[in-house]
T-cell receptor, first 113, second 113 residues
């Protein structure tokens, strides 16, 4: 079974803090994704990566950056957290791109106070 | 107008009822996904389809490419089916690692015993 894990289920941070969200997958997938999910808006893509050190902006990259130094790990970074970044963050991975099945992590509920 | 529309937004059913959730999209697609999200956040892929019909247990997914419409059916519904069901499409042709998923806002299903 594919396993996608995220470093925290719940996280509370203060405005202005730098926040790291980590995602690890164990199936040697090329593609990894970071989404945020908000009530009434559904899932929105922040960034994705199709190879080590490669990254592409999604629909809402502002205020975020990512890092993919190893194939199995994809990190989402909030350089200076703000209250409007309070959300559920979901990581996913897939083998050949989004036409293939995506496997999701359990999510990290981030609260910025 | 959203590119992926789901209906209904909320659905309450009695145990044993036959349930249908609809998804309409406005772009050409290479694949359509149905996802299930239980309270707590984790998302599981139910189906990925590009034509016809797929069945897994009590779940059936159909797609009509000409009408740009897909349905998810649940037969003999059970309280454990209570979840948010999300439709997502990949726009465009096959291949490549680009071409992101476009998500509907989800249908919240509650099945009462």
């Amino acid at each position: 079974d594919v396993k996608v894990t995220q470093s925290s289920r719940y996280l509370v941070k203060r405005t202005g803090e730098k926040v790291f969200l980590e995602c690890v997958q164990d199936m040697d997938h090329e593609n990894m994704f970071w989404y945020r999910q908000d009530p009434g808006l559904g899932l929105r893509l922040i960034y994705f990566s199709y190879d080590v050190k490669m990254k592409e902006k999604g629909d809402i990259p502002e205020g975020y950056s990512v890092s993919r130094e190893k194939k199995e790990r994809f990190s989402l970074i909030l350089e200076s957290a703000s209250t409007n970044q309070t959300s559920m963050y979901l990581c996913a991975s897939s083998l050949w791109g989004t036409s293939d099945e995506q496997y999701f992590g359990p999510g990290t509920r981030l609260t910025v106070t | 107008k959203n590119e992926v529309e789901q209906s209904p937004q909320n659905l309450t059913a009695q145990e044993g009822e036959f349930i249908t959730i609809n998804c309409s999209y406005s772009v050409g697609i290479s694949a359509l996904h149905w996802l299930q999200q239980h309270p707590g956040g984790g998302i599981v892929s139910l189906f990925m389809l590009s034509s016809g019909k797929k069945k897994h247990g009590r779940l059936i997914a159909t797609i009509n490419i000409q009408e740009k419409h897909s349905s998810l059916h649940i037969t003999a519904s059970h309280p454990r089916d209570s979840a948010v069901y999300i439709c997502a499409v990949r726009a465009g042709g096959y291949g490549g690692s680009q071409g992101n998923l476009i998500f509907g806002k989800g249908t919240k299903l509650s099945v009462k015993p």
